[in-house]
Structure formats: structure tokens, C-alpha cells
């Protein structure tokens, strides 16, 4: 997960957790529809995930739970990598 915001231009952050990895990437303001849709697309492979809009702009995070079989993870696009 965190490769593929990486390549389409984001920057993010992994913090690993006691039950699940959390994600999470500024997004710029403006974004492209394009870059948009792969955002979209990326945070749907997470068990949770949203967007949350503060001072410092608009935050996206996803979460990945640590119970979630290996298979589960390969069916959402994760590999065996996030």
C-alpha cells in the first residue's frame, strides 16, 4: 500500500500497531483526478480508512488489521508486503 502512494507522488507514513499498520498521506490541494482515483482505489484495499481535513489540510489514512489472514491480503492487492 504504502509503495503504491509512494509512486503515485504521495508520501507516507507506517506506524505499526498493537492490532493493526496504520497509513496514512497528506494530500495536496489541488490533486488530479487521476491521481485521485488511484488514491481511492489504494485506500479500498485497507480493512478502514477515511479522510480527515484539518489545519494543515486533508489527511488520508488506512488501516490494516493484524488478524487478517495472508490470503485476505494477497485478494486486496497487498502482497505479502503493504
Do not use: Y
Amino acid at each position: 500500500m504504502a509503495e503504491r502512494l509512494t509512486a503515485a507522488g504521495f508520501t507516507p507514513r507506517v506506524r505499526h500497531r498493537k492490532n493493526h499498520i496504520h497509513i496514512e498521506t497528506k494530500v495536496p490541494d489541488p490533486v488530479s483526478a487521476e491521481v485521485w482515483r488511484e488514491l481511492l482505489e489504494v485506500l479500498e484495499t485497507a480493512d478502514s480508512f477515511g479522510l480527515v481535513n484539518g489545519r494543515s489540510g486533508c489527511i488520508a489514512w488506512a488501516a490494516i488489521d493484524r488478524e487478517t489472514p495472508a490470503t485476505a491480503n494477497a485478494a486486496r492487492g497487498h502482497g505479502n508486503q503493504l
